[in-house]
């Protein structure tokens, strides 16, 4: 799940300044899963796992995604991952279960998702 969660982060990362060529639904999933990773970057700050650097990039490339007219499922997703719910690519779990399977700890799942979003948002336009 992890290299899952990373490897949309860096795909993200890269695909967004061609949004134009992507369908609604696929900015609408872009869109929903960003804010899902958002929360769940939320739930390791609050969790003192990372600090709110990561936090801040991820914000900053939402702002680059096409706004869906309807926000309730972005903001839905956001939700969930402030609850500690991943939602990447039609795929939910717990964070915990992830970090269990995966044999780490949430802090270093949360850092691993924290250092993925800084890299790809030091690709960003300045």
């Not at 926000?71 to 609850?83: I, L, P, Y």
Request: proline share 3%; aromatic share 4%; glycine share 8%.
């Amino acid at each position: 799940m992890r290299k899952i969660i990373l490897t949309g982060i860096a795909a993200f990362g890269f695909a967004v300044p061609g949004y134009a060529q992507v369908s609604s639904d696929q900015m609408e999933l872009a869109y929903n899963s960003a804010r899902n990773q958002l929360g769940v970057l939320k739930y390791c700050q609050n969790a003192g796992h990372i600090d709110a650097a990561a936090v801040e990039t991820q914000t900053k490339m939402i702002a680059l995604i096409p706004v869906p007219s309807d926000k309730t499922k972005g903001d839905a997703a956001e939700q969930e991952g402030e609850n500690g719910k991943i939602s990447a690519m039609g795929v939910n779990q717990d964070l915990a279960t992830v970090t269990k399977a995966q044999n780490i700890s949430e802090k270093q799942f949360c850092e691993a998702i924290a250092n993925a979003v800084k890299q790809a948002g030091a690709q960003l336009p300045k």
